[in-house]
């Protein structure tokens, strides 16, 4: 039994499982937090580092896991607000990289027309 089988109306997924998972961008993750933490600054470098050594693979955990290592614990990661900031960051500094997305969801629109 799946999903997709069973349900009389068309169902798209997206290749990754969450779309936090399409927000790993250091430079985007940085600047958030860098904006909300006050005097503290955080490196891309290091943004970079605590994605790699992140045993967390769901995006949201992820960031989650990203948010309180860079921060020590002083902010956490809230999905509806720094995923926004994280997007609008992204669709000024480097709209390309959302690009995939845009190209699946787009692709998915178009297939629930026919």
Not at 34 to 55: F, H, I, M, P, W
Not at 80 to 94: F, G, K, P, S
């Amino acid at each position: 039994m799946t999903l997709k089988g069973d349900s009389p109306e068309k169902v798209s997924f997206l290749k990754l499982q969450m779309f936090e998972d399409y927000l790993s961008h250091a430079g985007a993750i940085t600047e958030v937090i860098n904006a909300n933490l006050g005097s503290t600054k955080v490196s891309t470098e290091d943004c970079q580092q605590a994605l790699d050594r992140s045993t967390e693979t769901k995006g949201d955990r992820k960031l989650i896991d990203v948010f309180r290592q860079l921060s020590e614990g002083n902010l956490e990661f809230r999905k509806t607000l720094h995923a926004v900031e994280i997007v609008e960051w992204l669709l000024c500094n480097e709209p390309n990289y959302l690009t995939p997305l845009a190209e699946e969801i787009e692709l998915a629109l178009r297939n629930s027309d026919d």
